[in-house]
Each structure stands twice: as C-alpha cells, then as structure tokens.
C-alpha cells in the first residue's frame, strides 16, 4: 500500500484474525478464505511471529493468496518514540502492509510509530480502545475515557485513515464515528471483538456508518468445524 493511502479502500468487508499456534493452522484458515473477495486482509500477532519469524508468516499466507498482511504486536506504540523505525523496518523488510499501534505511552510516541509506517510505506492502523472489560477508567480500568479521543485527534492530523475501535462495545464506535472519525477523510474502522467475545456484526458495521467498516474475526472461522462455511456465514451479516 503506498504511503498515506488506506490499505482497504472498499467500503466493508472481512479481516481474519489469525491467532493460532502454527503455521498448518495459518494455511489451514487463509485456504478457507480464497474465492471470497470480502475477506480483505489477515492480521497476525506475536504468537506466529515470535515462534516463525514475521517474513515466515508472512510468506506462508502469500503463497497461498494475493491480500494484505497486518501485523497486530499487541500492543506497538507503548515503547519510546525512537523505536518507531526500527520496528517499521522489521515489519516492512518482512513483507508486512500493515501495522496496529495502541499509543498509550503518548503523543511522541504516537508521532513516532506513525511517521516512521508512513516513512516505510507502511498503512498505520491506530488503536483506539480494545475490546475486554476494565479497559477505560469508566469501565473500572486504567485508561483515562479521554486518552483514546486525544489519540484519535492527533491520529487523523498525521494522515491516519484506518482505526481500531471495539466491535464488543458499538456505542464507543458510534461516538468516534460520528465525532473525531469525522475529521478523517474516508476512514476505515476495523472492529475485533465479533463472534466469540460477544460482539454483533451487524450492530458494530451500523454503528460504524458512514465510514468503511470492516470485522476483524479469529476464532469465529478458525475454531469452527467448517471454516468456508463461517466465513459465508459471517459474508451474509456483512452483505
């Protein structure tokens, strides 16, 4: 994807959350994905790339299909800024299109791990609030309710298009939605959380309007019995 540029510029679809254990399993999941054009991307995490290698992974998945990687470290953007490049080279040097940051060691660091993806021709992708209980100081958490809009505010003036936001809790997706997303030109909002965690896709898609909205589902299709057939059935909720 090239710089400043969101890395699905359709208006909704499906991103699969790979969190398995290794690589049979990675295979296993993407195969069930080819021939649905609404599965746009596969996100993976720490498990396959600490235990792989990212370019491993990463190669694996483009062996069998042509789509946007994302690399979810769980969590980037909590070191300090100067960190940003580094970690942008790794991802980039493996052949990654996309990388989740949750900024929540602040604003330098924020402005790090955004320009240093952009700088590599990598899509940023800014994490807003997850998707689990206790998260925001509201909810019982350590997360102050206004940290996750200051982090969108300065997201959306550096160029960010693409966020995360929780697909469990659709009233905090209406509110960026319809407030500090408003503000980005053609934004995107990824939302995990659906399926397994509780979340509806079609009240997280609703509350996502008017921007490109897009499901992020793991074990949802890859714990089920017949992964092609939780994937249509999830492509029917979509549709």
């Given amino acids: 994807m090239s710089n400043n ?4 510029p359709v208006e909704k679809g499906i991103i699969l959350a790979a969190d398995v254990s290794d690589l049979d399993q990675l295979q ?3 195969q069930a994905s080819v021939g649905f054009s609404e599965v746009v991307g596969v ?3 720490f498990v396959l790339g600490l235990k792989y ?3 491993l992974v990463v190669s694996t998945i483009d062996r069998i299909c042509s789509i946007p990687v994302i690399y979810d470290h769980q969590k980037a953007g909590t070191d300090i800024p100067q960190m940003g490049k580094p970690f942008a080279k790794v991802c980039r040097d493996a052949g990654v299109n996309g990388v989740i940051f949750f900024p929540q060691a602040g604003p330098k660091v924020l402005e790090g791990f955004v320009t240093a993806a952009f700088d590599a021709l990598l899509t940023p992708i800014v994490g807003l609030v ?11 958490g350590y997360i102050v309710d206004e940290a996750p809009e200051m982090m969108a505010e300065l997201a959306v003036r550096l160029g960010v298009k693409d966020f995360v936001l929780p697909g469990t809790k659709p009233n905090i997706v209406r509110r960026f939605a319809t407030g500090q997303l408003g503000q980005a030109e053609t934004a995107s909002i990824m939302m995990p959380g659906i399926g397994s965690q509780g979340g509806s896709l079609s009240a997280a898609f609703q509350a996502a309007k008017p921007h490109r909205r897009f499901a992020i589902i793991g074990s949802g299709v890859y714990a089920a019995k017949d992964p092609r057939r939780a994937i249509a059935g999830f492509i029917k909720e979509v549709c």
């Avoid at 540029?5 to 699905?8: C, K, M, R, V």
């Avoid at 998707?131 to 925001?136: G, I, S």
């Fill in 28 to 30: 296993r999941l993407v």
């Fill in 130 to 140: 997850m998707t689990h209980d206790a998260y925001l100081s509201s909810e019982g």
């Fill in 53 to 55: 290698g990212l370019s």
């Fill in 43 to 45: 996100k993976v995490g």
């Fill in 5 to 8: 540029g969101s890395l699905f």
